[in-house]
Protein backbone atom coordinates (compact mmCIF):
# COMPACT_ATOMS: atom_id res chain seq x y z
CA UNK A 1 0.00 0.00 0.00
CA UNK A 2 1.19 3.57 -1.24
CA UNK A 3 0.49 6.29 0.82
CA UNK A 4 0.03 10.13 -0.31
CA UNK A 5 0.39 12.38 2.81
CA UNK A 6 -0.48 15.70 2.43
CA UNK A 7 -0.28 18.72 4.28
CA UNK A 8 -1.57 22.04 3.41
CA UNK A 9 -0.29 25.07 5.44
CA UNK A 10 0.20 29.13 4.86
CA UNK A 11 4.30 28.20 5.00
CA UNK A 12 6.94 25.79 6.36
CA UNK A 13 6.63 26.67 9.33
CA UNK A 14 9.22 25.51 12.10
CA UNK A 15 6.91 22.91 13.94
CA UNK A 16 6.26 21.44 10.37
CA UNK A 17 9.61 21.10 9.68
CA UNK A 18 11.29 19.96 13.14
CA UNK A 19 8.26 17.86 14.26
CA UNK A 20 5.95 16.92 11.12
CA UNK A 21 8.20 15.85 8.94
CA UNK A 22 10.95 14.23 10.85
CA UNK A 23 7.58 12.31 12.68
CA UNK A 24 6.35 11.42 9.11
CA UNK A 25 9.51 9.90 7.52
CA UNK A 26 10.56 7.69 10.72
CA UNK A 27 7.11 5.80 9.60
CA UNK A 28 7.41 1.83 7.75
CA UNK A 29 6.21 1.62 4.54
CA UNK A 30 5.82 3.19 0.75
CA UNK A 31 4.86 7.03 1.07
CA UNK A 32 5.39 10.37 -0.09
CA UNK A 33 4.59 13.66 1.33
CA UNK A 34 2.78 16.16 -0.47
CA UNK A 35 3.06 19.99 1.27
CA UNK A 36 1.51 22.12 -0.04
CA UNK A 37 2.40 26.04 1.13
CA UNK A 38 1.35 29.11 -0.15
CA UNK A 39 4.23 30.39 -1.98
CA UNK A 40 7.61 29.16 -3.36
CA UNK A 41 10.75 27.58 -0.87
CA UNK A 42 13.72 26.21 -1.33
CA UNK A 43 13.70 24.30 1.44
CA UNK A 44 13.71 20.68 0.25
CA UNK A 45 13.41 17.09 2.71
CA UNK A 46 13.27 13.41 1.59
CA UNK A 47 10.29 12.25 0.10
CA UNK A 48 8.72 15.16 -0.09
CA UNK A 49 6.88 16.88 -3.24
CA UNK A 50 6.17 21.27 -2.62
CA UNK A 51 3.38 22.17 -4.45
CA UNK A 52 2.92 25.94 -3.62
CA UNK A 53 -0.50 26.92 -4.15
CA UNK A 54 -2.02 30.31 -2.62
CA UNK A 55 -5.81 29.29 -1.39
CA UNK A 56 -7.81 28.00 1.10
CA UNK A 57 -7.00 24.69 3.08
CA UNK A 58 -9.68 23.03 0.86
CA UNK A 59 -8.27 24.17 -2.49
CA UNK A 60 -4.43 23.04 -0.96
CA UNK A 61 -6.07 19.09 -0.43
CA UNK A 62 -7.60 18.99 -3.19
CA UNK A 63 -4.67 20.64 -5.45
CA UNK A 64 -2.51 17.64 -3.73
CA UNK A 65 -4.99 14.92 -4.69
CA UNK A 66 -4.30 15.44 -8.15
CA UNK A 67 -0.39 14.78 -7.60
CA UNK A 68 -1.15 11.75 -5.02
CA UNK A 69 0.38 8.85 -6.48
CA UNK A 70 -0.90 7.20 -3.43
CA UNK A 71 -3.53 4.39 -3.46
CA UNK A 72 -4.41 6.16 0.11
CA UNK A 73 -4.31 9.73 0.70
CA UNK A 74 -3.57 10.62 4.55
CA UNK A 75 -4.70 14.45 5.57
CA UNK A 76 -2.65 16.02 8.27
CA UNK A 77 -2.33 19.30 10.07
CA UNK A 78 0.78 21.39 9.87
CA UNK A 79 0.80 21.96 13.27
CA UNK A 80 0.42 18.15 14.11
CA UNK A 81 2.52 15.06 14.20
CA UNK A 82 2.29 11.31 13.99
CA UNK A 83 2.25 8.57 16.87
CA UNK A 84 4.75 5.39 15.60
CA UNK A 85 2.81 3.21 13.52
CA UNK A 86 0.60 5.53 11.94
CA UNK A 87 0.39 4.27 8.50
CA UNK A 88 0.54 0.94 10.09
CA UNK A 89 -2.35 0.85 11.41
CA UNK A 90 -4.21 2.66 8.78
CA UNK A 91 -3.03 -0.23 6.34
CA UNK A 92 -4.35 -2.45 8.98
CA UNK A 93 -7.89 -1.19 8.82
CA UNK A 94 -8.41 -0.83 5.41
CA UNK A 95 -7.46 -4.23 4.63
CA UNK A 96 -10.83 -5.76 6.99
CA UNK A 97 -13.02 -4.79 4.91
CA UNK A 98 -13.78 -3.36 0.77
CA UNK A 99 -16.35 -1.47 2.80
CA UNK A 100 -14.14 0.72 4.77
CA UNK A 101 -12.70 3.74 2.55
CA UNK A 102 -11.77 5.99 5.40
CA UNK A 103 -9.91 5.58 9.13
CA UNK A 104 -9.78 8.63 11.78
CA UNK A 105 -8.17 8.69 15.29
CA UNK A 106 -7.61 11.22 18.07
CA UNK A 107 -5.42 14.25 18.05
CA UNK A 108 -3.94 14.19 21.73
CA UNK A 109 -2.47 17.62 22.92
CA UNK A 110 1.16 17.29 23.00
CA UNK A 111 3.05 16.62 26.34
CA UNK A 112 5.32 19.88 26.53
CA UNK A 113 2.55 22.18 24.87
CA UNK A 114 2.23 25.29 27.40
CA UNK A 115 0.07 25.13 30.09
CA UNK A 116 -2.22 27.89 28.57
CA UNK A 117 -2.44 25.54 25.28
CA UNK A 118 -3.07 22.35 27.38
CA UNK A 119 -6.56 24.58 28.79
CA UNK A 120 -7.67 24.08 25.80
CA UNK A 121 -6.84 20.77 24.63
CA UNK A 122 -8.63 19.72 28.36
CA UNK A 123 -12.17 21.80 26.95
CA UNK A 124 -11.96 20.23 23.51
CA UNK A 125 -11.93 16.35 25.53
CA UNK A 126 -14.26 17.23 27.80
CA UNK A 127 -18.01 16.41 27.52
CA UNK A 128 -18.51 20.08 26.83
CA UNK A 129 -16.19 20.01 23.91
CA UNK A 130 -18.02 19.68 20.58
CA UNK A 131 -20.82 18.65 22.72
CA UNK A 132 -19.10 14.83 23.03
CA UNK A 133 -17.79 14.53 19.88
CA UNK A 134 -14.45 16.14 21.09
CA UNK A 135 -13.93 13.20 23.72
CA UNK A 136 -13.01 10.77 21.25
CA UNK A 137 -11.69 12.72 18.99
CA UNK A 138 -9.15 14.50 21.24
CA UNK A 139 -8.63 11.44 23.41
CA UNK A 140 -8.52 7.52 22.68
CA UNK A 141 -12.07 6.21 23.06
CA UNK A 142 -13.78 3.17 21.85
CA UNK A 143 -13.33 2.23 18.09
CA UNK A 144 -16.17 2.69 16.27
CA UNK A 145 -18.12 3.34 13.04
CA UNK A 146 -18.31 7.49 12.46
CA UNK A 147 -19.32 9.76 9.50
CA UNK A 148 -17.97 12.68 10.15
CA UNK A 149 -14.19 12.99 10.88
CA UNK A 150 -12.01 16.04 10.80
CA UNK A 151 -8.93 16.31 8.30
CA UNK A 152 -6.10 16.90 11.31
CA UNK A 153 -5.92 12.76 11.23
CA UNK A 154 -8.32 11.28 8.58
CA UNK A 155 -7.26 8.80 6.19
CA UNK A 156 -9.45 8.00 2.74
CA UNK A 157 -8.94 4.96 -0.38
CA UNK A 158 -8.21 7.47 -2.99
CA UNK A 159 -10.51 5.85 -5.57
CA UNK A 160 -13.61 7.09 -3.16
CA UNK A 161 -12.16 10.77 -3.09
CA UNK A 162 -11.88 11.14 -6.91
CA UNK A 163 -15.69 8.87 -7.08
CA UNK A 164 -17.04 11.94 -4.78
CA UNK A 165 -14.84 14.52 -6.38
CA UNK A 166 -12.95 15.39 -3.57
CA UNK A 167 -13.62 18.24 -1.20
CA UNK A 168 -16.45 20.55 -1.85
CA UNK A 169 -15.21 23.97 -2.03
CA UNK A 170 -18.37 25.53 -0.65
CA UNK A 171 -17.57 25.16 3.13
CA UNK A 172 -14.51 26.40 5.18
CA UNK A 173 -14.38 25.27 7.73
CA UNK A 174 -16.37 21.90 7.73
CA UNK A 175 -15.92 20.31 3.97
CA UNK A 176 -14.44 17.32 5.92
CA UNK A 177 -18.00 16.95 6.91
CA UNK A 178 -19.36 17.19 3.21
CA UNK A 179 -16.85 14.93 2.61
CA UNK A 180 -17.24 12.21 4.98
CA UNK A 181 -21.10 12.55 4.37
CA UNK A 182 -20.62 11.51 0.89
CA UNK A 183 -18.22 8.99 1.77
CA UNK A 184 -20.65 7.11 3.61
CA UNK A 185 -24.41 8.35 2.09
CA UNK A 186 -23.71 8.55 -1.53
CA UNK A 187 -20.88 5.46 -1.59
CA UNK A 188 -22.23 3.73 1.18
CA UNK A 189 -18.44 2.94 2.41
CA UNK A 190 -17.34 2.95 6.44
CA UNK A 191 -14.93 4.88 8.14
CA UNK A 192 -13.27 3.59 11.12
CA UNK A 193 -12.21 5.72 14.11
CA UNK A 194 -9.17 3.87 15.12
CA UNK A 195 -8.08 5.55 18.81
CA UNK A 196 -4.96 3.57 17.85
CA UNK A 197 -3.86 5.99 15.11
CA UNK A 198 -2.83 8.99 17.47
CA UNK A 199 -1.61 12.21 16.07
CA UNK A 200 -0.12 14.97 18.67
CA UNK A 201 -2.12 18.38 17.81
CA UNK A 202 -0.99 21.47 19.12
CA UNK A 203 -4.01 23.67 20.72
CA UNK A 204 -4.83 27.46 20.31
CA UNK A 205 -3.97 29.46 23.33
CA UNK A 206 -6.75 30.54 26.11
CA UNK A 207 -8.03 32.49 25.46
CA UNK A 208 -8.56 34.45 22.27
CA UNK A 209 -7.25 31.86 19.46
CA UNK A 210 -8.93 29.60 21.05
CA UNK A 211 -12.34 31.52 21.26
CA UNK A 212 -11.68 32.51 17.47
CA UNK A 213 -11.06 29.14 16.77
CA UNK A 214 -14.52 27.91 18.91
CA UNK A 215 -16.57 30.74 16.83
CA UNK A 216 -15.63 29.51 13.20
CA UNK A 217 -16.25 25.59 14.55
CA UNK A 218 -19.71 27.43 16.13
CA UNK A 219 -20.63 28.94 12.88
CA UNK A 220 -20.39 26.42 10.63
CA UNK A 221 -21.73 24.16 12.80
CA UNK A 222 -25.10 26.15 13.01
CA UNK A 223 -24.72 26.51 8.91
CA UNK A 224 -24.55 22.74 8.76
CA UNK A 225 -27.83 22.61 11.19
CA UNK A 226 -29.73 23.06 8.20
CA UNK A 227 -27.67 21.72 5.21
CA UNK A 228 -26.80 18.46 7.19
CA UNK A 229 -29.16 17.71 10.13
CA UNK A 230 -28.00 14.07 9.94
CA UNK A 231 -24.95 14.64 11.76
CA UNK A 232 -25.13 18.58 12.46
CA UNK A 233 -27.74 17.46 15.01
CA UNK A 234 -26.82 15.15 16.88
CA UNK A 235 -25.00 16.77 20.14
CA UNK A 236 -21.83 13.76 19.51
CA UNK A 237 -21.59 14.36 16.01
Avoid at 161 to 185: A, H, M, N, P, R
Wanted: hydrophobic share 35%; net charge positive.
Amino acid sequence: MFFSIIIPCPEINPGLEKETIPAILKQEGNFEIIIVPDKKTSKKFPKTKILPLAGSPTQKRNYGLKQARGEVVVFIDDDAYPSPNWLKIISQNLEKSPKIAAVGGPGLTPPDDPLLAKVSGWFWASPLGSGGAGQYRNWPKKQRLVDDYPTFNLAVEKEALKKIGGFSYQFWSGEDTKLCLDLVYRLGKKIVYDPALVVFHHRRKIFLPHLRQLGRYGYHRGLFVRLFPQTSKRLGY
